[in-house]
């Protein structure tokens, strides 16, 4: 499936160099000679939360049927989908294991902390006030347990080995379509201070801010990735169109606006901080694409989500109570805000291939 697909893009020959199909047909990235990624980190939103909000008192959550439906068991586990994130798919085409656990997952042992955690929060964002309105963790929170889980490390592996597996590891940092979708336009709090252009400017400063936080601590390799087109999130065409459930122009162009000010930033960040691989991972395009040519993936319904009517249900408004689809694997969308599995797969398998030799 992935051969197949990527032989229809001008990555071709890059990607089959880099890539070879495991024993269950899965790619794998096939990392340069003398290269090691000991573990994946991740910060951020719902699109690498792994459960952390299970015990939050907050209305952001996915630990309930229909999410996990998919999943082992069909277990809910937090996470915003039918089945794995990109964090789970990220950690197990480098090899490395087949879940990433939330960092917040009480039953961790020390080998999963040696191999990577996620800290993002469903409902995150740069904005500190996009946090506070969902009650969910904050970068500054997050940050907190990654100070935590780096003293845990050193009292397992000792100091050298510590600094060794950060400077390694890859560091994924997802987020800003809350602070777009939620803070600025649907709750629109900010929209009384802020216009598009200062707001797009105060989420880049606090995305510079934190990588080099991360950095400080030691943090090398760091894939940041850049804003979806919201403004074709199902929950958006309801919320946002004319009635008509088009994608939202006005969302989709800050989105853009946001991207091209994040894009010199990062590489800015990539060229002063020595020893540091920092990448600006486009997901906006490729997103774009699937939805304006969803045939060609494999995929036949983009405007609205599995979950329910699919055009407003997400976190608690999906739930147990709620019709699923009947084939989730037509859908680019799960619920009115996340992609499906197979939505994921789609991306993350372009974005690995894109982007992982730019972290060597
Ligand atoms: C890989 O490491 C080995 C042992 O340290 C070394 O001999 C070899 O030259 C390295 N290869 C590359 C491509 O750096
Ligand atoms: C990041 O900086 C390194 C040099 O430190 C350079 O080789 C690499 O091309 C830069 N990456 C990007 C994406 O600009």
Redesign the pocket.
């Known amino acids: 499936m992935y051969l197949t697909y990527s032989s229809s893009s001008s990555l071709t020959i890059f990607l089959v160099s880099l890539l070879l199909v495991g024993d269950h047909g899965r790619a794998r990235i096939i990392l340069p000679e003398n290269v090691t990624v000991p573990a994946v980190i991740a910060f951020g939103d719902s699109i690498v939360d792994q459960g952390a909000n299970n015990n939050l008192k907050t209305l952001v959550k996915a630990n309930f049927a229909p999410y996990g439906k998919d999943f082992v068991a069909g277990k809910p586990t937090g996470r915003f989908s039918n089945n794995k994130t990109p964090a789970d798919m990220i950690v197990e085409q480098l090899g490395i294991k087949v879940l990433l656990p939330a960092y917040l997952d009480p039953s961790l042992d020390d080998k999963e902390l040696l191999t990577g955690v996620s800290f993002a929060s469903g409902g995150s964002g740069y904005d500190p006030q996009t946090p506070k309105i969902t009650a969910v963790l904050s970068f500054a929170d997050q940050l907190d347990q990654f100070k935590e889980y780096i003293e845990k490390l050193k009292g397992i592996v000792g100091e050298e080995r510590t600094q060794y597996i950060l400077a390694n590891s890859l560091f994924l940092v997802v987020a800003g379509s809350d602070d777009l979708a939620n803070t600025y336009f649907t709750i629109g709090i900010r929209r009384l201070q802020y216009d598009i252009p200062s707001y797009t400017n105060l989420m880049v400063s606090s995305a510079s801010n934190f990588i080099q936080d991360i950095y400080k601590l030691g943090a090398r390799r760091i894939g940041v990735f850049n804003a979806p087109p919201i403004g074709c999130l199902p929950s958006q065409r309801t919320l946002g169109g004319n009635g008509l459930r088009m994608c939202v122009e006005e969302y989709n162009k800050a989105a853009q606006l946001y991207n091209s000010k994040l894009q010199p930033e ?2 800015h960040l ?2 002063t901080l ?7 991972i486009d997901i906006y395009r490729p997103l774009l694409a699937i939805i304006e040519n969803p045939l060609q993936y494999g995929l036949e319904v983009v405007d609205r989500g599995c979950c329910g009517t699919g055009n407003i249900e997400v976190a608690v408004l999906c739930n147990q109570l709620l019709p699923t689809c009947l084939d989730d694997s037509k859908y680019l969308f799960w619920d009115s805000y996340h992609p499906t599995e197979k939505g994921y797969n789609i991306l993350i398998s372009q974005v690995v291939g894109k982007y992982i030799s ?1 972290f060597f």
Do not use: E, L, M
Not at 274 to 280: H, K
């Open positions: 990062i590489k990539n060229g020595a020893q540091s691989r920092i990448v600006n730019d």
